[in-house]
């Protein structure tokens, strides 16, 4: 059966179904309307309309159009309640609202409402009402990882019981969401650790500079392990003795991360128990946890300082083998840093950064913009970061497009790290750097990509249950929320088609039909 064409795109969403001379309905939907916001805002203030509307200059009428989502926000407006309350601008950017819509049609997916909620009130909720949509995603997000929970005790016991009491979000998931509310980028860090470089820029390595400060500053004296000695610690600190031991497998950067951590935790500390305390954790594990994510995040900042390193990085057009020779650091802390350049005044490529394992197992996500990946378990099997496994050590390139329309350009490459010994499992990973397909023409991996044919991008999604494409080959599991079409009479190439909206089959005919996967009735 042919795909139905899809019509125009939209240039600059790259939704489908644009008329020509007239603009795009989704992009005629993303005005910014801030009522709810602004009336939060005043409220909390204790300021009634007239008062809010002489603060901002502003007539009271206006003022009240922009409450009553008559009118939406403008950029002088938008300025001006920046210098009236000093708050963040990015609380009224697309991104964040973005991100929102993107979470909340992940938690409708699970939810499987018999009423299905159009994306048009997913965006005016997100929009109008932040606050309670986070509050949904949250509420969500706890029920789900109870539930996994319950499933996972419920496994080791070998029963099936439930009821147990919700659980709060482990430490280090409150960490992860901790960075990702940042767009990871903790400006604070940069700044200072881009002073600390300076200060023997030129005159020697960047692993002397840090052995000698440590020495002249803390008495701290760097020496390696016994390489036989069988030890796995990479880095320890004896206080007491001011000792710092490094193991001998470390390559030259690696030592030289190992050391400008310890040095964060030595210089740093009072910025870092400031940050941790003030973030919105739980616990003492988690804030103890956010204090070596911000130590590890100055010492990236620290190998490869802000600044120097977007001008490198923008003139090497985000070569990233070619950085990482510059600065004496491997593909993976490129990568990561590249995740992080996002200083209000020099802004670098917004990019989104994965570390995934064999398995599919995500055990790293950093996204600088409104990238989402999933928390439901499960990747995409056509995503070129799972393909990097078997062609190791090559750059791969992938233009993909995300079920909601927006297309992407992904590079990834596996990394793997030697075995201390024979028999000793070593460590293979594959890391995924990816940015909006707008911000593609800046990187020299889009050479010899087609950028602006909408057919090359390869769909893919979040993960098989909450990924909408229901004529995927590669499906492994039913999108949650859409019943089976369930046929022992038929069978197709799509693994679990689902019912059309009246009940019946893709075809129009009313059946009940079966998974076409491993187990289901229409098996290999």
């Keep these: 059966m042919k795909a139905r064409p899809m019509g125009p795109v939209c240039k600059s969403c790259k939704s489908p179904g644009a008329r020509p001379g007239r603009r795009c309905t989704v992009c005629a939907m993303r005005k910014t309307f801030i009522g709810v916001r602004l009336r939060r805002l005043r409220e909390e203030r204790g300021m009634n309309q007239a008062a809010l509307a002489h603060a901002l200059e502003l007539s009271p009428s206006y003022l009240n159009q922009l409450e009553q989502n008559q009118r939406p926000l403008t950029v002088a407006v938008l300025l001006k309640i920046n ?41 005016e909720l997100a929009a109008g009402m932040p606050a309670v949509a986070r509050t949904l995603i949250r509420m969500h997000g706890r029920q789900r990882e109870a539930l996994a929970r319950i499933e996972d005790m419920a496994l080791r016991l070998g029963d099936e019981r439930s009821g147990l009491p919700g659980i709060p979000p482990m430490p280090y998931e409150e960490v992860r969401d901790f960075f990702t509310a940042r767009q990871n980028h903790i400006g604070e860090l940069d700044e200072a650790a881009e002073r600390m470089a300076a200060e023997w820029a030129g005159s020697e390595s960047v692993a002397q500079g840090l052995e000698r400060r440590l020495q002249q500053r803390h008495a701290v004296r760097v020496v390696q392990t016994d390489p036989d000695s069988g030890d796995t610690v990479q880095r320890c600190y004896d206080p007491q003795r001011r000792l710092l031991q490094l ?37 003492e594990p988690a804030r103890a946890l956010a204090r070596i994510g911000l130590a590890n995040y100055f010492a990236g900042a620290l190998l490869l300082p802000y600044t120097r390193f977007l001008e490198a990085a923008e003139a090497w057009r985000y070569d990233i083998d070619r950085l990482g020779r510059r600065f004496g650091v491997g593909f993976e802390t490129v990568c990561h840093r590249l995740s992080t350049l996002q200083r209000p005044s020099a802004r670098a490529v917004p990019f989104f950064f994965v570390r995934v394992d064999r398995a599919g197992n995500i055990s790293k996500r950093q996204s600088a913009t409104h990238f989402h990946f999933s928390r439901a378990g499960g990747t995409c099997p056509l995503w070129n970061v799972y393909e990097a496994f078997a062609q190791p050590g090559r750059i791969l390139t992938q233009l993909a497009r995300m079920p909601d329309g927006r297309a992407y350009l992904w590079v990834a490459r596996s990394v793997s790290s030697a075995q201390e010994g024979y028999g000793q499992p070593g460590k293979t990973f594959a890391i995924g750097l990816g940015c909006d397909i707008q911000h593609a023409p800046r990187l020299v991996y889009a050479k010899g990509l087609d950028l602006k044919d909408p057919q090359v991008p390869t769909p893919i999604g979040m993960g098989c249950k909450v990924c909408e494409r229901e004529a995927c080959p590669q499906r492994a599991f039913p999108f949650i929320g859409r019943q089976i079409d369930i046929d022992e009479n038929r069978r197709t190439l799509t693994p679990y088609p689902v019912q059309n909206r009246a009940g019946s089959g893709a075809n129009g005919v009313s059946s009940a039909n079966g998974p076409s996967g491993p187990s289901g009735a229409n098996g290999p």
Excluded: K, N, W, Y
């Design 83 to 123: 210098r009236m309350f000093g708050l963040d601008v990015q609380m009224f950017s697309d991104d964040d609202e973005a991100r929102l819509i993107s979470d909340l049609r992940e938690v409708l997916a699970h939810a499987a409402a018999p009423d299905t909620v159009s994306l048009a009130e997913v965006r």
């Design 247 to 283: 193991s001998a497998s470390l390559d030259a950067g690696q030592a030289a991360f190992q050391m400008a951590t310890q040095l964060a935790f030595l210089e740093m500390s009072d910025m870092l128990h400031r940050l941790s305390a003030s973030a919105d954790l739980s616990c």
